[in-house]
């Protein structure tokens, strides 16, 4: 084991943006002694061992924790319960098993009900991604200057969630714990909304007439350019996204309902003073982001 | 006049990211022999002449446009005819004045009726921009391998419209002709409204509490961040451009209503299969940007 080395053997179940980013931190940082990789689909398992993310890539999936004394799940999170319940046999006692799912709350309970005893599972979601997805889209520097949100309960093991930790900021991320609720809601604003809202402006532009479509996307770079970026997302993990934290989803969009109501308004009664305050305000918030170099 | 000249005298009324890109496009490649600046604003006359943008920065519209072949109007839409009517007892008989508003059919309506008789007016928008304002955010790369819309009504002199349409071509743009009727539908969909629903995400955010707010900010890199670039663009730009273009953002704005109606439905219903179809099909448009190289 390396000076560097935080694990003994770290199995990522599930390798695609997310999961292969972290391999290939693990792999140029030394973080881990051995590594294994597991994954659903015959043809991301040949990738991964092509790209050799891993020391071995494993085509079962309670094989591939083996020994391992870290699990990290990046999977879709509505495949997060199925996938712990396969892993279960083959964990052995006193590992933790880590996720890093965009929701939190449906996540633990479909988790922690599949997941043995004498297992940690420490909850996380690194703030951090691309719209690409697959293997081949990870690059090691994903999570450099990035927030990690670990979302532990009253019970989770206090030494597991330090050594997730650890992980997760010798990968380059700063660290934040809060309960899991509290991550669902701001999530949903920071991350879940602007996703659905960008899939639905893309979406509108997809039922168009063919010859008014291929306009849009010439002049696309309007504004409109942004919006297909966020929306060529990976689609199975943001259909999960939605519908395991549907109940801030659908209360954020409520709020973003009643919000583009008074916009519309202002437009139709050529409110301009409304319009130039609005537009305004928001300036205030991207200098915050650019303070916050989260830009 | 240098070979690569292509007018006398080139006038920017009103200078800011357009203008002053615009300046140091006429300025690097030697477009004209000679180039005048107007702005309203006292601190923006000053900035430009600071930076050396044209070869004089003068502070009354009608003497800046004295003695140009070409005058390019770069304000807010909303100003286009209140600017239209100051630079109107200046221009040279002969004179072709184009300008860069992002909503044309409301602008032509205003300028035509200020011009004297024996001007050409050209309407032009250059798909390009970024979030930033003023002279110092121009730069000279600003439209190259972009669209560049002219949108002349049938009795516009075709003369002038092919020497406004070589300039943004030396610009390293490509030149499109359209009704603005047509234009202003467009728009509406590449840029208006992703600019909108933009300002209105932000603007939900920023009626948060404080505490919530600071936490939106931090977690942005999950897909809020690129809502708040688009939302620091100009808010007087933006005011005018919804109020001068008022029913195509409110049908398109409609539509995009109803697809969102149906994704809400669909979250609140646990239709998983809706979902992950839209999310899929909306992947094809990011493709499409991409091949036309507007990503």
Redesign the interface.
């Known amino acids: 084991m390396t000076e560097t080395a935080l694990f003994e053997r770290i199995a990522l179940i599930g390798i695609g943006l997310i999961g292969s980013s972290l391999a290939r931190v693990i792999r140029a940082k030394g973080l881990a002694r051995a590594t294994a990789a597991y994954s659903r689909t015959a043809a991301t398992r040949r990738r991964a061992a092509e790209l050799g993310l891993v020391d071995q890539v494993i085509d079962d999936p309670a094989k591939a924790v083996a020994g391992a004394d870290l699990v990290v799940i990046g999977v879709p999170v509505?495949a997060s319960g199925e996938v712990a319940a396969a892993i279960a046999p083959g964990l052995a006692p006193g590992a933790i098993v880590t996720d890093v799912g965009?929701v939190k709350g449906a996540v633990i309970e479909a988790v922690r009900a599949a997941l043995p005893e004498g297992v940690a599972f420490v909850p996380g979601h690194p703030?951090?991604?691309t719209?690409h997805s697959g293997p081949d889209a990870g690059f090691a520097e994903l999570f450099e200057g990035?927030?990690c949100?670990l979302t532990p309960t009253a019970d989770t093991d206090r030494r597991a969630v330090e050594r997730v930790a650890a992980l997760w900021r010798a990968a380059g991320s700063t660290v934040d714990l809060m309960s899991a609720e509290h991550h669902d809601?701001?999530?949903a604003?920071?991350?879940?909304?602007?996703?659905?809202?960008?899939?639905?402006?893309?979406?509108?532009?997809?039922?168009?007439e063919d010859r008014?479509?291929?306009?849009?996307?010439?002049?696309?770079?309007?504004?409109?350019?942004?919006?297909?970026?966020?929306?060529?997302?990976d689609?199975?993990m943001?259909?999960?996204v939605?519908?395991n934290n549907?109940d801030a989803?659908?209360e954020?969009?409520a709020?973003?309902?009643e919000?583009?109501a008074r916009?519309?308004r202002a437009?139709?009664r050529?409110e301009?003073e409304v319009?130039?305050k609005?537009?305004?305000?928001?300036?205030?918030?991207?200098r915050?982001?650019i303070e916050?170099r989260?830009?």
Chains 1, 2 share one sequence.
């Open positions: 509505g965009s703030i951090a991604g719209e990035r927030w949100v809601t701001v999530l604003i920071t991350s879940h909304i602007p996703h659905l809202i960008a899939y639905n402006i893309v979406s509108t532009v997809a039922d168009l008014t479509k291929l306009e849009v996307i010439k002049y696309a770079a309007g504004g409109f350019r942004d919006f297909t970026r966020i929306a060529a997302s689609p199975v943001w259909r999960d939605f519908l549907r989803v659908l954020m969009l709020t973003f309902n919000d583009l916009l519309q437009i139709r050529n301009g319009l130039e609005i537009f305004t305000e928001t300036r205030a918030i991207r915050g982001v916050a989260q830009d």
